[in-house]
């Protein structure tokens, strides 16, 4: 990343210095300042609890230094909060724990940054940072961008963001990273093997599309990426209730972050042949909408029963994952906000991940705490495979019953992956309330962790 980042500053000495405290360390950093620091953090209670933050003025009123309270457990993420909170200015970082790595401090601050602002301007510029010591501002930058992108695509309105405008936003980075780029829309899918994902956006204004992406060596190691681009879901004929409508604006999250993820990729010149697959479709109601009870033979050429319409994610990724398996890729990632069971699990912040490799799922367990970006594996439980059986067709897309309707999705796309290293990530791509790093609205998870694993395996070029 070359652009100059808006969270960033020059760095000058005009720049405030944070001070990023632990509350065990806080009586002896206090013993030594003097007595009006003194009497200024005991007027307001601070000893450095988790997340408080107070400015100590100077004698002109300026902020002479901040003081941020991290608490005894909070990791590097936590420095994001700073850049939601602190008055518009240029900051560095003066002092912080030793652990906490100086990349990871500016990557949570960039991400703690963002505004949503296409629609309501924000009220005052974010804070800069100067660059910490040590970081690696490229990685850092790339992260944050990505992060921004995969949050600007999933806050975006449906009007403003249907398949045509998923559509562009690809191509754009397609086109910036001279990457090639071929779309199938409409019923080309039919003539060119994607019934599943037609059959799903074949009644909504604008047509569904299969979306690729290509770049890098023909010689490297291919690395294919997924994503569920449902642009809106109403459940279609299993319409969904008003209160399960209102955030499926967020249903294409699978799709921004797989597109985020390349774009890491393609910044970073990693040593891999990529193919992006984004099956792109709006499920939406009409003369012309699929039906419970259909049975429609897919890319793989399974058969499969439709069991309930508002299960149509996994469709359209049975699609397009059967086409990624087709080139042998040696790994291959899916991202897909793809069941509210997975919510029911485990909560907003801490998406699963299936994966068919052990290798695999240990780096992705240890790189989710090496960069705090929380996920948990959950179990491709092959006692529950049978449950997805009908007697007409070669499978359905639920299962029997109520339990477990994120292992089954993941069951079902099992079917149509054939690649040595899977994993698929159950994400939410939503935040529900503000935390460190991580203002309301569109969120991306999982994607610093993937990346510490891509890096590892493939290495930069």
Known sequence: MTEMLPFLSGGDASTTPIHAIRTGEWSQWIESRPDAVKRLAAAHDFTAQNGRILLVPATDGSIERVLFGLGDAANAMAMGALAQHLPAGDYRIAAAPREFAATAVATAWGLGAYAFDRYKKRKRPAPRLAAPDGADMADASRLVLASWLARDLVNTPTNDMGPEALHEAAEAVAHKYDASFNATVGDALLDA?????????????????????????????????????????????DIKPSSGMRLMKKDMGGAAHALALAQIVMDAKLSVHLDLYLPVVENAIS????????????????????????????????????????????????????????????????????ANDETLAAELASASVETSDPIWRMPLWDAYDGDMDSPVADLKNTGDGAFAGSIYAALFLRRFVDAPAWAHFDIFAWAPKERASRPAGGEAQALRACWRVLKGRFGQG
Not at 199 to 204: C, D, L, W
Not at 307 to 312: F, G, I, L
Not at 326 to 345: I, N
Request: glycine share 12%.
């Open 193 to 237: 093997g994607y019934p599943l994902i037609h059959a799903v956006g074949r009644a909504a204004q604008q047509a569904p599309r299969l979306l690729h992406l290509s770049w890098g060596d023909g010689n490297a190691p291919r690395l294919a990426i997924v994503g569920k681009g449902v642009t809106f879901d109403t459940g279609g004929l």
């Open 287 to 354: 003369g012309d909408a699929f039906r419970p009870g259909d049975i429609i033979k897919s890319r793989k050429g399974l058969t499969v029963e439709i069991d309930n319409t508002d299960a149509e994610g996994r469709l359209i990724l049975a699609d397009a994952l059967a086409r990624a398996s087709e080139d042998h890729p040696a790994l291959l990632l899916d991202f897909a906000t793809l069941t509210g069971a997975a919510r029911t699990a485990l909560g907003p912040d801490l998406p699963p991940f299936y």
